[in-house]
């Protein structure tokens, strides 16, 4: 009996503790909803169409998120090409960061791609730009 009674009395200051004054994950790492200056947009659709390795390619639904404490803008979309046929091709979900080299953007970094590995990477990256 002791014991489930010194169990009980410690349980309400380790709940007290485990909360803490932390904000909730969501809250933290919700981003900021930015537009595009026209040379971003310049840059992000000629990253995108090079990831795909196609000059015609459609951007659409593109969004942009700027994230405390974390460098760059987040760009989410997809991306649609045509296919070997001249058919156009399903749209694909992408995302790309936009950072600054030397004073210039420069957007590098990305994935686009349905399968399963790259999906899963631009699912996470996009999360809060929905």
Do not use: W
């Not at 790492?29 to 990831?51: E, F, H």
């Not at 749209?91 to 349905?114: C, H, N, T, W």
Request: hydrophobic share 35%.
């Amino acid at each position: 009996m002791p014991r489930i009674v010194g169990v009980v009395a410690v349980l309400p200051f380790l709940v007290a503790c485990a909360g803490g004054n932390r904000p909730a994950p969501e809250a933290a790492s919700s981003g900021q909803r930015l537009n595009l200056t026209p040379a971003q947009s310049q840059l992000i659709d000629s990253g995108v169409k090079q990831m795909v390795e196609s000059q015609d390619a459609r951007l659409s639904a593109v969004t942009a998120t700027r994230h405390p404490g974390k460098p760059g803008v987040h760009v989410c979309g997809f991306v649609s090409k045509k296919n070997a046929s001249g058919k156009d091709g399903p749209d694909l979900p992408f995302y790309i960061e936009l950072r600054e080299a030397d004073g210039k953007p420069v957007a590098e970094r990305g994935q686009v791609g349905s399968d399963p590995s790259k999906l899963s990477k631009v699912n996470f990256v996009c999360r809060h730009n929905r």
